[in-house]
């Protein structure tokens, strides 16, 4: 969430900013909301005030066993005016709050305005594989090798969900385990977090209220609180500090999670999302890092790096993009991502979005650090980036180390775990 001072101080700056991204702006009315809010709130102090010191004058006059009807009018009066007013403040103030969440952030100076067509490509590693024999596409090897079933997935959660099994499931949990390992190493604390969130989880994380469609709700008990299944572990991960004041001793903060993730896709039967490439439920370990503002730039470049440094070790081509504001998660300042090579589809898709929030997402979850010395807190910086997302990385590591005999290569980190080196036909 922005701050509503720092809009109303750097206007023509925060609506500068803001077309990068978005044509649905409302600056003006944001303000004049704001307004509203204070010109009627200092007409209910003053009303208040006048009631007490009317309310003062009575006891006075009681005391003395004088008459005190025509003020007592007054105060009742001024009680009608003060419930009155009361109601205005808290409608308009409930206006104002769903505005300033509705909100997407600031990009940064760097990100470039519009769409996904104005990504900026930033690296490259490795090159496109080629292939001397005709090439299989992921959803034929997985079915060859036996390692997903995708029918039996939709039979069991209908369309968007699939089955791994055998070796294919061998090879998804390989790759969690990897990649909990290498940030277990890197001295990141593990979490595993509750699936069911309430509300006030989406709200603080920027996905509530514009992206509430965009998740799974439960249908709870009268008087229950509304749970919805968590679209990422970020989520819940930023939630963990939420309404606190966090020790700046404690900073930074580097955490991770391994989570199914649960999504009401609005995907359809396009190539680009054939098997596991698109669906409602797939594995994620996400990284997460809450830090002072000066660290955050820091922040941003370790975890870009060590999602960069998974897929070399994986052996896979890839290229990280800086995203246009367009293509951008709304809570976030600046994200790049993260893209793996898929053969068949000629095409390049994201297994990591490494994200800096500034301090968007702790202004809407109340999360605050003091500094030594000082009497004040200070909104911190958040940051996440997956370390990875799995389903994507599947199709591409069966079809970029795919080999002439229909067997697939095995990347070096994940031998130990499947017990070979090669996935064959017949295995």
Same mark, same amino acid.
């Not at 922005?2 to 023509?12: A, F, G, P, V």
């Not at 965009?214 to 990422?232: A, E, I, M, Y």
């Not at 370790?302 to 993009?321: A, C, D, P, Q, V």
């Not at 997302?389 to 994940?414: F, H």
């Given at each position: 969430?922005?701050d509503?001072?720092?809009?109303? *101080?750097?206007?023509?700056?925060v609506?500068k900013?803001l077309?990068?991204?978005?044509s649905?702006?409302?600056?003006d009315y944001?303000?004049?909301?704001?307004?509203?809010?204070?010109?009627i709130?200092l007409k209910l102090?003053?009303?208040?005030?006048?009631?007490?010191?009317i309310?003062?004058?009575?006891?006075?006059?009681?005391?003395?066993?004088? *008459?005190t009807?025509i003020l007592?009018?007054?105060?009742k009066?001024?009680n009608?005016?003060?419930?009155d007013?009361s109601?205005?403040?808290?409608?308009?103030?409930?206006s104002l *709050?769903?505005e300033?969440?509705?909100l997407?952030?600031?990009?940064? *100076?760097?990100?470039p305005a519009g $769409?996904?067509?104005?990504n900026?490509?930033?690296?490259k590693? !490795?090159?496109?594989?080629?292939f001397?024999?005709?090439?299989k596409?992921?959803?034929?090897?997985?079915?060859?090798l036996?390692l997903?079933?995708y029918?039996?997935?939709?039979?069991? $959660? %209908?369309? !968007?969900?699939w089955?791994y099994? %055998?070796? %294919?499931?061998a090879?998804?949990?390989?790759?969690l385990n990897y990649?909990c390992?290498?940030?277990? #190493?890197? !001295?990141?604390?593990f979490l595993?977090?509750p699936h069911?969130?309430?509300?006030?989880? %989406?709200l603080?994380? !920027?996905?509530?209220p514009k992206?509430?469609d965009d998740?799974f709700h439960?249908?709870?008990s009268d008087?229950d609180?509304?749970?919805f299944?968590l679209?990422?572990?970020e989520t819940a991960?930023?939630?963990?500090?939420?309404d606190?004041i966090?020790d700046?001793?404690m900073l930074?903060?580097?955490?991770f999670?391994?989570?199914p993730?649960?999504?009401s896709? #609005?995907g $359809?039967?396009?190539t680009e999302?054939?098997g596991?490439?698109?669906?409602h439920q797939f594995n994620?370990v996400?990284?997460?890092?809450?830090t002072?503002?000066e660290?955050?730039?820091a922040?941003?470049?370790e975890l870009?790096?060590?999602?960069e440094?998974l897929?070399?070790?994986? $052996?896979?081509?890839?290229?990280?993009s800086?995203l246009?504001a367009e293509d951008?998660s709304?809570?976030?300042a600046?994200?790049?991502?993260?893209?793996?090579?898929?053969p068949?589809?000629g095409?390049?898709k994201e297994?990591?979005?490494?994200?800096?929030?500034?301090?968007?997402q702790?202004?809407r979850a109340k999360i605050?650090?003091k500094r030594k010395g000082?009497k004040?807190?200070?909104?911190l910086?958040t940051l996440?980036?997956?370390g990875l997302?799995t389903s994507r990385?599947?199709?591409a590591?069966?079809?970029q180390?795919?080999q002439?005999d229909g067997s697939?290569r095995?990347p070096k980190?994940?031998?130990p775990w499947?017990?070979v080196d090669?996935?064959?036909?017949?295995?």
């Amino acid at each position: 969430m922005l701050d509503i001072k720092y809009i109303k *101080d750097n206007k023509e700056a925060v609506v500068k900013a803001l077309l990068k991204r978005t044509s649905d702006l409302n600056i003006d009315y944001i303000i004049e909301l704001d307004a509203d809010v204070k010109s009627i709130s200092l007409k209910l102090e003053e009303n208040q005030a006048e009631r007490n010191s009317i309310s003062k004058k009575i006891g006075q006059l009681k005391s003395k066993n004088e *008459d005190t009807d025509i003020l007592e009018k007054q105060v009742k009066k001024l009680n009608e005016n003060i419930i009155d007013l009361s109601s205005q403040v808290e409608k308009i103030k409930k206006s104002l *709050d769903l505005e300033l969440l509705s909100l997407p952030n600031i990009p940064e *100076d760097i990100v470039p305005a519009g $769409g996904k067509e104005n990504n900026t490509v930033v690296k490259k590693f !490795g090159e496109k594989p080629v292939f001397d024999f005709t090439m299989k596409d992921h959803v034929e090897l997985c079915t060859s090798l036996d390692l997903v079933d995708y029918e039996r997935g939709v039979k069991l $959660g %209908g369309s !968007g969900f699939w089955l791994y099994k %055998g070796m %294919g499931a061998a090879l998804e949990w390989a790759l969690l385990n990897y990649f909990c390992m290498e940030h277990y #190493k890197d !001295g990141y604390t593990f979490l595993l977090p509750p699936h069911l969130l309430i509300d006030e989880c %989406g709200l603080s994380a !920027g996905q509530f209220p514009k992206f509430r469609d965009d998740v799974f709700h439960l249908k709870t008990s009268d008087g229950d609180q509304n749970r919805f299944l968590l679209p990422t572990s970020e989520t819940a991960i930023l939630n963990i500090y939420r309404d606190e004041i966090i020790d700046e001793n404690m900073l930074p903060i580097k955490s991770f999670a391994y989570s199914p993730c649960y999504r009401s896709e #609005k995907g $359809g039967g396009r190539t680009e999302e054939r098997g596991t490439v698109r669906g409602h439920q797939f594995n994620k370990v996400e990284m997460f890092q809450f830090t002072k503002p000066e660290d955050g730039e820091a922040a941003l470049q370790e975890l870009i790096h060590k999602g960069e440094r998974l897929m070399e070790e994986l $052996g896979l081509h890839y290229r990280t993009s800086l995203l246009a504001a367009e293509d951008s998660s709304a809570s976030m300042a600046i994200t790049y991502d993260i893209e793996v090579w898929i053969p068949s589809m000629g095409i390049y898709k994201e297994v990591s979005s490494a994200s800096w929030a500034k301090d968007y997402q702790a202004r809407r979850a109340k999360i605050r650090f003091k500094r030594k010395g000082q009497k004040k807190t200070e909104l911190l910086h958040t940051l996440n980036a997956s370390g990875l997302a799995t389903s994507r990385l599947l199709p591409a590591i069966v079809e970029q180390n795919q080999q002439e005999d229909g067997s697939v290569r095995v990347p070096k980190p994940l031998q130990p775990w499947l017990g070979v080196d090669v996935i064959h036909p017949e295995s």
